[in-house]
């Protein structure tokens, strides 16, 4: 389901606010309103818009000024400004261009134009924000490759060929142990190209995803029955906090994934005999957190800047030089955005981690535009 999109109409004449909007309304688009160009600078600080409605004559600032400080802004340049005006002359039409309009309207205007404009750049800025997501899913996908399974595999074939060429006795403690690490780094690669396989499918155009009501605590249940075994194996207790009525809207596989990478990494960063809690409330804004909480070393602050924040793709080692990626974390902010939902990491180096993922309890009311 697409979020509606916003359009912020900006005039100082409120009769031709009033026009433009009950056009843009009757096509379902949300809406915001600014009637200077300082307010318009005010209100972009506080919302996000997908395309702006720019009058060129208003006071103190005009429309010009106003669309030149928008393109200077890394915030703000790639928001497309289409120029509404009785300005008409061929050179204000070229000045708005070079000012960085992505288009010209003069008034008065005739309706219908003015929507198929509207639609047309709308889908325009849509389809660059995807080439440059594509993009960039491309640079981690190649950093992911280069660094993340190249290495482990390359240890995986060295440490074959060593035992092809005899260099352990199959009696002795010292080959038990090359095997056990020789395990750990398999399935360590395995869980690391599922996770790949995962996020690389949700890229594309086919992925299969539907929202739905599903109750969390069977989602916890199945995430610590799958991993039962990684925490029996270093004596870590899993244990839920979870009303086994409580329900969100959310894709079910997605969550899933998510919640089973947040175990698991708190699995990792544990240290033998500690504590993983899951546990989730639910708040006054129809929204349920989810929280893996942890009592183990905790990340520092500069790595969870880097995971959470920046979107780098971390390696990191756990407790028992278990190779964590990044790649889950990056998996799970992806799964956790597409799902309308937040993501929050709290961690204290020494103390433990916990981190919560806010997601809707009922069906956002968002609808195509």
Not at 86 to 91: G, V
Not at 149 to 173: E, R
Not at 306 to 323: I, R
Request: hydrophobic share 40%; proline share 3%; aromatic share 6%.
């Amino acid at each position: 389901m697409d979020t509606k999109i916003t359009i912020l109409i900006v005039d100082d004449n409120h009769q031709n606010l009033r026009v433009v909007s009950s056009f843009l309304k009757d096509k379902n688009y949300n809406l915001a309103l600014a009637t200077s160009g300082v307010k318009t600078l005010e209100l972009l600080e506080k919302i996000e818009t997908d395309l702006i409605l720019l009058d060129i004559m208003m006071p103190e600032m005009d429309g010009l000024e106003t669309c030149r400080i928008l393109k200077a802004n890394p915030k703000t340049a790639d928001i497309p400004v289409i120029f509404l005006t009785a300005k008409n002359q061929t050179e204000d039409i070229v000045e708005g261009f070079e000012a960085g309009g992505v288009d010209y309207i003069t008034k008065p205007f005739n309706r219908d134009e003015l929507l198929v404009r509207i639609k047309n750049h709308v889908d325009l800025a849509k389809a660059k924000k995807k080439i440059i997501e594509m993009n960039n899913t491309r640079d981690k996908l190649y950093s992911i490759i280069a660094h993340d399974i190249k290495s482990p595999l390359n240890s995986i074939i060295f440490t074959f060929d060593m035992i092809n060429n005899g260099m352990f006795d199959p009696q002795s403690s010292q080959f038990a142990s090359v095997m056990k690490d020789l395990e750990i780094s398999t399935k360590e690669t395995k869980s690391l190209i599922e996770n790949l396989l995962e996020w690389t499918k949700f890229q594309g155009h086919n992925n299969q995803f539907f929202p739905a009501a599903n109750n969390i605590h069977n989602i916890v249940s199945e995430c610590f029955l799958l991993l039962h075994a990684n925490a029996s194996q270093k004596e870590i207790e899993l244990a839920a906090e979870v009303d086994k009525n409580l329900t969100g809207w959310f894709d079910e596989v997605s969550i899933h994934t998510v919640l089973r990478n947040l175990i698991n990494n708190a699995i990792k960063f544990t240290n033998p005999g500690g504590k993983i809690v899951v546990s989730t409330i639910k708040t006054k804004d129809d929204i349920v957190d989810i929280s893996v909480k942890d009592n183990g070393i905790g990340i520092k602050e500069e790595v969870r800047r880097k995971l959470f924040e920046t979107g780098d793709v971390v390696s990191t080692m756990g407790t028992n030089n278990e190779k964590g990626t990044g790649l889950g974390i990056v998996l799970v902010k992806d799964f956790v955005k597409k799902n309308h939902g937040k993501l929050k990491a709290e961690s204290t180096p020494g103390e433990g981690t916990t981190i919560t993922i806010s997601l809707p309890v009922k069906e956002p009311q968002t609808a195509n535009a």
